[in-house]
């Protein structure tokens, strides 16, 4: 039986077509879950008795369980068990602008990036929609506030999940869903080229970062598998492709690693691999694990100084949730 939750306004206005009824009542289930807050479809009042009781031979509305709450400064992190006993994490950031939530798509990680504590657990199984949407859903009453942005960067490649991820960004974007902005929703890929592709034809201006990590494919072959599939030219290309076809601009995520990515050199590299593109570089300090051998740049600024001398834009990413490891890489997928 599928959940309510995994289901978007067009699927639910096909389902309304198919058992004969007006499609309009989609935009009324929509409200009760999105706006009214409703878990018990008995209570959609507006929809008659009949079509309630279709609903609930079609439908449940089972919700994962938030299992554990770690605090850090202006960070929550969620540890979630789902109805298969498997766990996931998410992760809160209370921002000046609003709250921010890192969600997760998949149990596990198949991408095996070495610099990763998420991926150490292989990939078990996509997230399915409402998963992904319950996450943000039960960070907001947990905290008692909307949530502004998502970005999907948790625990799994969003792309090896595509579909089940676009459907859950129709979800929160739609105004009677949870009303996200698209621009306010960002997706961040290892670089699965076909998908680049294909999301470049998306009808949402919804954000695009790709984790890049090196500037040539000789240092990503070591440190990102996924490069001997789609090396750094390929992604490049499809990069270009994309802002041809979207008019907006890309975040490069470059994760910095003491002696591996981090010389001046690697950085004039970086600066002539992105001239003249529409791009923005997002340094990130690299976030150690007791698990993995890598550690943190001391050339972060010398780094970034040379990226902005060559004309690049570039920024360091702010810091959250280290102190309790919940930072960018730092998610597993199990209880510990």
């Not at 995994?6 to 198919?18: P, R």
């Not at 009042?45 to 279709?54: A, D, F, G, Y």
């Not at 997760?104 to 998420?118: D, I, K, L, P, W």
């Not at 470059?254 to 050199?265: A, P």
Request: a positive charge.
């Amino acid at each position: 039986m599928k959940n309510l939750m995994s289901a978007n306004i067009e699927s639910l206005e096909e389902y309304f077509l198919s058992i004969k009824e007006k499609k309009f009542k989609a935009l009324q289930v929509f409200e009760w879950l999105y706006i009214h807050k409703e878990r018990n479809i008995d209570n959609f009042s507006n929809l008659k008795k009949e079509i309630r009781e279709q609903l609930k031979k079609d439908f449940n509305l089972d919700f994962i369980k938030i299992k554990k709450i770690e605090k850090g400064l202006e960070v929550k992190k969620y540890l979630f068990e789902l109805l298969d006993g498997n766990y996931i994490e998410a992760v809160l950031m209370e921002h000046d602008y609003g709250n921010s939530v890192c969600v997760s798509s998949e149990v596990g990680c198949n991408m095996g990036c070495r610099f990763c504590e998420s991926g150490r657990l292989k990939k078990v199984r996509n997230l399915e929609t409402y998963e992904m949407v319950e996450q943000i859903i039960l960070i907001e009453n947990d905290i008692g506030q909307k949530v502004q942005s998502v970005v999907v960067m948790g625990i799994g490649e969003p792309f090896d999940n595509y579909d089940n991820v676009i459907n859950f960004i129709k979800i929160i974007n739609h105004p009677k869903g949870l009303a996200i902005g698209a621009r306010h929703i960002t997706v961040s890929t290892c670089g699965l080229v076909d998908k680049i592709k294909e999301f470049s034809n998306l009808p949402l201006q919804v954000n695009l970062a790709i984790s890049l990590h090196a500037p040539n494919d000789e240092i990503r072959n070591k440190i990102m598998p996924i490069n001997k599939v789609y090396n750094i030219s390929k992604v490049i290309s499809a990069i270009k492709e994309y802002i041809t076809k979207t008019n907006r601009r890309v975040t490069i995520e470059y994760v910095m690693l003491n002696m591996v990515n981090d010389s001046l050199e690697n950085a004039k590299e970086l600066a002539s691999l992105l001239k003249g593109l529409n791009v923005y570089v997002n340094l990130i300090p690299y976030n150690e694990t007791n698990n993995l051998e890598f550690k943190r740049s001391k050339r972060i600024k010398e780094f970034k100084d040379i990226l902005l001398n060559m004309g690049i834009n570039t920024t360091v990413r702010r810091e959250f949730g280290s102190g309790i490891s919940a930072a960018c890489g730092q998610l597993r997928s199990k209880e510990v």
